[in-house]
Structures are given as C-alpha cells and as structure tokens.
C-alpha cells in the first residue's frame, strides 16, 4: 500500500431533481489520510460525512472528481477497493437471531476461510474483544457497547487495511465509548488506518492524527488537533512562580501577561507553538526570573468548530 491510504479529488454530490431543486451535499472535497494513521472527519448532521463514507467505500458514485482507497480507483476498481477494507456504519449491522460467535463465524464463511482457519480467527476475535463469555449468547441480548464490539470483530474478520468508522459510539455510555477507543488505538498499532467521521470533537482529540472539519459540504479546516486549536485564540501559556516576587518580576517581564497573585500564576497570550515558548522562556532566563513550572493551554475542538463554522458542534448542543 502506498504512503497514502485515501485521496479524493474534488467530490461532488447532489440529490434531487429539476423539479424539487438540487440539495448540494458534497462540494469538492479534497482529502489525503496518510497509511497508518487515524484521519479524523467532523461535522454536524447534514454535513456530508456519511455521503463522503459512501463514496471512498463504492456505495455511491460522485457527481464529480475521484477518489483512490489503498491504492485502487473507486470508480473502476471496485472489487479490490472493497476486497482492501472493513466498514461499521452508525448502527450495528449484526444477526440478533444468531450468537456473537455464529455472526462471526457467518463472516468467516462469507469471506471463504476454512473450517480450521475461520475457528481460529472467531476465537482470536472473540477474545480480543472481551466477547469469549457472551459468544454463545444471542446478539440480541448485548449491551451497546457489546454490539458495537461485536460488529467491529466482524468487520476485521477479512483482515482489512482500512477500516471505515462511521459515528462508532453514537448512543453509547462514556465507558463503552473508551472501550471503543482503546480498541482502535490497538489497531492503528497493528499498522491498520481508520477513517473515523464523528460528531464527538473528544473522539478525534483523543484519536485523531489528523482531523478535517466538514461543514455545508465543504473542508472548511483541516491540520492535527494542536494546530487547529493554534487557530483560535485563547492559546495561552500559565507560569507558576515560587513566590510573589517572582511572580512580580515575570509580570514585569512579560509586558500583556495576566498575574493570579493568589495561586501564583502568570497567564502570558501566546500562539502555543515551539518558537514562541522558546522565545518566551529566552526571556525569563535574560532578566533571571526563575519558574517552577509551565503549561500551554489551548482551545478544545469544540472551540475551533465554534470559530470555524460558526455554530456549535452536536456534541456541544447536547451536552
């Protein structure tokens, strides 16, 4: 696989006719996830996430531009596009009827493993995901978080390079939603990329090495957390001093800096980049003001999404 797992060129998509007006979900997005990595896709309803999903996973055809996954042409190589990844979509797509071992062993069959070798892939996955007790259980006895978990082990039973995760914890509890995470940071450590889209600005802090804000059909930012968080203002870096005296030093020091004289603080505006700190430090060792400790603060990504697209993230409205 090349050292870009996904590119897209100029996506377009509309639904609707002449009649009833053409609704522009998609309106040229660019994209390129490196291989290995956890590319990151937010935006509210309506932005065009899932449509984008449907697109790079040959579920639906764009109006205009192109699109390669692990290698392959979306358009005209659709069979080793699919062949290369694994999808779990919003809600999960599992056999309530069947047991947590039986939906995987389907998808053993499915992707043509043999007896011996499907045993021992459901077995792996089983215990993976901490779903060996309940594997005999009906599917439609599991919890969210287990259903999730279950869908997930489906979808790696066809050793995919890509997996495509379509809003993997929405309804779930905090706790089955950090299940969800450990897990995926537990694949990217096995070399798989993850294509996450989410409304959840936590799930792509947490995850995310890189994140693309998608609003109104268009990539309206794009850039790791901390760089997009560098965009907003409010970046600040807080000095904790020994003692008032140096606390008044630095202050004087620091032209712009806010003093907290009670916790002994200096809250000095700054971009949060290395330069800038270095610089900043630079300074107080020129005047001999000594610090006892430093830390850069910056905007979340419900921040950045605020100062973005003008209006909150779901996460945000909901909370």
Known sequence: MTSSAITATGLRKAYGDKARGHKTVLAGVDLDVRAGSVF??????????????????????????????????????????RAAIGV????????????????????????????????????DLLARFDLAESAGKQAATYSGGMRRKLDLAMTLVGRPEIIFLDEPTTGLDPRSRRTM??????????GMTIFLTTQY????????????????????????PGEL?????????????????RLDAA????????????????????????????????????????????SVHTPDLDDVFLAITGHQSTEAQTA
Not at 269 to 293: I, M
């Open 229 to 245: 968080k560098r965009q907003v203002p409010g970046t600040h870096v807080r000095l904790r001093l020994a003692d008032a005296a």
């Open 40 to 81: 990151a896709l937010l935006g509210p309803n309506g932005a065009g996430k899932t449509t984008t999903v449907h697109i790079l996973t040959t579920l639906l055809a764009p109006d205009a531009g192109s699109a390669r996954v692990a290698g392959y042409d979306t358009a005209s190589e659709t069979r080793a596009v």
């Open 181 to 190: 995470w450990d897990i995926v940071r537990e694949l990217v450590a096995d």
């Open 251 to 294: 202050a004087r020091v620091l032209p712009g800096a806010t003093p907290d004289p009670d916790a002994l603080t200096l809250r000095v505006p700054s971009d949060g980049g290395v330069k800038s700190l270095r610089s900043l430090l630079d300074r107080l060792d020129e005047y001999a003001v000594e610090v006892e400790e430093f």
């Open 88 to 123: 779990t979509g919003q809600f999960a797509s599992v056999d309530d009827l069947l047991t947590g071992a039986e939906n995987l062993r389907l998808m053993a069959d499915l992707h043509h493993l043999g007896k011996r070798e499907g045993t021992r892939v459901v077995d």
């Open 201 to 224: 600005l936590e799930e792509a802090d947490q995850l995310a090495d890189r994140v693309a804000v998608l609003d109104r059909g268009r990539l309206v930012a794009e850039g790791t």
